[in-house]
Each structure stands twice: as structure tokens, then as C-alpha cells.
T-cell receptor
């Protein structure tokens, strides 16, 4: 699976949109971009995933660049409960189905 | 609540002992995954089962084993425990291996 690069940490203002970047320059054509988050020591929580089109669900939006080498997770109105470690993971849709978690991005939402 | 349940929540045991961690996947999910999260290694994939069959292995030690039963619940067995096995153990499940995984709340294992 392709590797991803995320900032180690970032702060976001409560009530504002939080834009979380991820670079995955070696992504292959059959690899999806997945986002998970982990709040303190709870189990990781699935957020969203996409292949090449932008995706939106009730939690977030995922914007993938046209060349698919980077993506941005957008939390539209960050709340204090969104404080977590966010993981951007690239995963093939067949064969190796494991999730390879990196160090993630520690996001702190500030009041 | 993801729908994945894990028991027990906490486990404290001594070196050399053996423990069993249990996972019940979401209703309808056929695939189960086990992950280990320690302070120095982060979240690491251990093993995956699909409909009772082992599908993929990661960095799982020979002292560890797992299985998935006909009712689809899974157990992770850890034996000859060492201090370094102290970690959070997460189970995840998905409908199919190509679908997103949903994680349980984890079991915190402390080896003293």
C-alpha cells in the first residue's frame, strides 16, 4: 500500500471548518483513500473513503486532487468532540485488506 | 457505538500466563480483523479472518493465535505473555474484506 504523509499536529477553531491535509504521492490506480480517527484510546472510527471523486457524508467531506496525489478531509463545523488523532490511509480494494496506520495527525479543536 | 463488541475491557495478568480476548462482529459482517496498539509501535495489524477462514497475517507473534467460529465471533489467544505484550487490542469487522472496517472499543491488556 502507498504511504501517506500528514502533519503531526494541528489546531482548529471550534465552529470553523477544519481542513486536514494528506499526501499520498505514490498512490496506485486501484487504491482508495480512507480516513479514520481515534479519540483518546477508543477504537478507531471510520469517517469516509474515496477513490477519485469527492465524497461527502454526515461526518465529513473528502476532496481528492485530480492527480490523486493528495487529499483533504474537511470537518465542516469542528466541535470539541472532534479532537482526535486523524489517520489518512491508502488501501487497495483487493488482496491486502489490512489498514496500515501511520502516526496520524493530532487535531485539537480549541474553543 | 460501532456494533462491534469486545470482552473483557481490561485484563491484568502475569508474565508467562495465557489469555483469550473475544470479539463479536457487527451483525452481518463476515470479516474480522485484530490489531494491536502499543505506545511504541502504534496501531498494527495482526490477523484477518473471513467467514471462518484465515485471510491475511500481519506482525503476529507465534505465541499468538486466533480463530473465527461458525457464529462469526472471534477469539485472540495470547500465550507465554511478556511485559511487552501490554497493549490495547482492537477487533474490527466488515461486511466484506473490500469494505470499510468498524472497530470495537478494545481490550486493554496489562502484563505485570
Amino acid at each position: 500500500d502507498a504511504k501517506t504523509t500528514q502533519p503531526p499536529s494541528m489546531d482548529c477553531a471550534e465552529g470553523r471548518a477544519a481542513n486536514l491535509p494528506c499526501n499520498h504521492s505514490t498512490i496506485s490506480g486501484n487504491e482508495y483513500v480512507y480516513w479514520y480517527r481515534q479519540i483518546h484510546s477508543q477504537g478507531p472510527q471510520y469517517i469516509i473513503h474515496g477513490l477519485k471523486n469527492n465524497e461527502t457524508n454526515e461526518m465529513a467531506s473528502l476532496i481528492i486532487t485530480e492527480d490523486r496525489k493528495s487529499s483533504t478531509l474537511i470537518l465542516p463545523h469542528a466541535t470539541l468532540r472532534d479532537t482526535a488523532v486523524y489517520y489518512c490511509i491508502v488501501r487497495a480494494d483487493y488482496g491486502n485488506n489490512r489498514l496500515a496506520f501511520g502516526k496520524g495527525n493530532q487535531v485539537v479543536v480549541i474553543p | 457505538d460501532s456494533g462491534v463488541t469486545q470482552t473483557p475491557k481490561h485484563l491484568i495478568t502475569a508474565t508467562g500466563q495465557r489469555v483469550t480476548l473475544r470479539c463479536s462482529p457487527r451483525s452481518g459482517d463476515l470479516s474480522v480483523y485484530w490489531y494491536q496498539q502499543s505506545l511504541d509501535q502504534g496501531l498494527q495489524f495482526l490477523i484477518q479472518y473471513y467467514n471462518g477462514e484465515e485471510r491475511a497475517k500481519g506482525n503476529i507473534l507465534e505465541r499468538f493465535s486466533a480463530q473465527q467460529f461458525p457464529d462469526l465471533h472471534s477469539e485472540l489467544n495470547l500465550s507465554s505473555l511478556e511485559l511487552g505484550d501490554s497493549a490495547l487490542y482492537f477487533c474490527a469487522s466488515s461486511v466484506d474484506p473490500s469494505y470499510e472496517q468498524y472497530f470495537g472499543p478494545g481490550t486493554r491488556l496489562t502484563v505485570t
